[in-house]
């Protein structure tokens, strides 16, 4: 009851969407890794084990789930 559905959707699938970027991370990098990679190659390969052909479209979806989860989690972490 402290969160409604729409906020709870977003956030549980921004949740696993993340969880999966960086379990993927691990496996094109071969070490634990909370940063994306910034070499092109790198992105462009982890972008093709996610299911992505455009790294740049890749990236911009990353920024907008983490935008979009941490907009959340602020409003709810603000309320009195």
Do not use: C, H, I
């Not at 402290?2 to 549980?12: E, I, K, M, V, Y």
């Not at 993927?24 to 070490?31: A, K, Q």
């Not at 907008?64 to 409003?75: F, G, L, S």
């Amino acid at each position: 009851g402290l969160l409604g559905a729409d906020d709870a959707a977003a956030l549980r699938g921004g949740y696993g969407f993340l969880r999966l970027v960086k379990a993927r991370l691990r496996v094109v990098t071969d070490r634990p890794l909370n940063e994306l990679p910034e070499a092109a190659e790198e992105v462009a390969k982890l972008a093709r084990r996610l299911g992505s052909a455009d790294p740049a479209a890749f990236l911009a979806e990353v920024k907008r789930v983490t935008a979009d989860v941490r907009r959340r989690y602020d409003a709810l972490t603000t309320k009195e």
